[in-house]
């Protein structure tokens, strides 16, 4: 599976949007690009996946790079509850793991 | 909403002793995941399960764990005898499909003294 990076924290208004970035730019056409969060120390919470298309679902949307090597998880109205680790994991259409790296810390502050 | 139960929350317990795990996966999920997440680090992961075989594990499950499916519901993770470096947060996973999209529980923190 190919390497994600993503900054290491990032602050955000309430109530605006945050822009979470991923770089993937080892990624092969078959694997997908998943966004997970952690809130302390839970489990860790599915949020969207895409392929090469953009996704949007009731949580977030996903913008997929046309060349697929990076993406930007869009909360679009941060609140305090989404202060959380966010983890861009890349994932193979074989082989069942996820592999989590260190994610990105977003303090959404009041 | 279903959702991926594990049970306990807590568990404390002494160097050398067995614990088990539990976990009951959304019902109609078929591949059964454990990772784990030491405090301050990556979560990791340790066994996926499948038709009653583990399908692929990381050399973090050596022979001290185990999973079993006893039956229709639960899925266990056994540590036959715990070490110090077992504590940490013990997670269990599930999906539809192999390539399907993992849901996770809520996770049980293990503690060993």
């Known amino acids: 599976d190919a390497k994600t990076t993503q900054p290491p924290s990032m602050d955000c208004a309430e109530g605006r949007a945050a822009n979470l970035p991923c770089n993937h730019s080892t990624i092969s056409g078959n694997e997908y690009v998943y966004w997970y969060r952690q809130i302390h120390s839970q489990g860790p919470q599915y949020i969207i996946h895409?392929?090469?298309n953009n996704e949007t679902n009731e949580m977030a949307s996903l913008i997929i790079t046309e060349d697929r090597k990076s993406s930007t998880l869009i909360l679009p109205h941060a609140t305090l509850r989404d202060t959380a680790v966010y983890y861009c994991?890349?994932?193979?259409?074989?082989?069942?793991?996820?592999?989590f790296g260190a994610g990105t810390i977003l303090r959404v502050k009041s | 909403e279903p959702e991926v139960t594990q049970t306990p929350s807590h568990q404390v317990t002494q160097m050398g002793q067995e614990v088990i795990l539990r976990c009951v996966p959304i019902?109609?999920?078929?591949?059964f995941y454990w990772y784990r997440q030491i405090l301050g680090q990556k979560v990791e992961f340790l066994v996926s399960f499948y038709n009653n075989e583990i399908s692929e594990k990381s050399e973090i499950f050596d022979d001290q764990f185990s999973v079993e499916r006893p039956d229709g519901s639960n899925f266990t993770l056994k540590i036959r005898s715990t070490k110090l470096e077992d504590s940490a947060m013990y997670f269990c996973?599930?999906?539809?499909?192999?390539?399907?999209?993992?849901?996770f529980g809520p996770g049980t923190r293990l503690l060993v003294l």
């Open positions: 019902s109609n999920h078929l591949y």
């Open positions: 994991i890349v994932r193979g259409t074989y082989g069942n793991k996820l592999v």
């Open positions: 996973a599930s999906s539809e499909g192999q390539t399907e999209t993992q849901y």
């Open positions: 895409g392929l090469k």
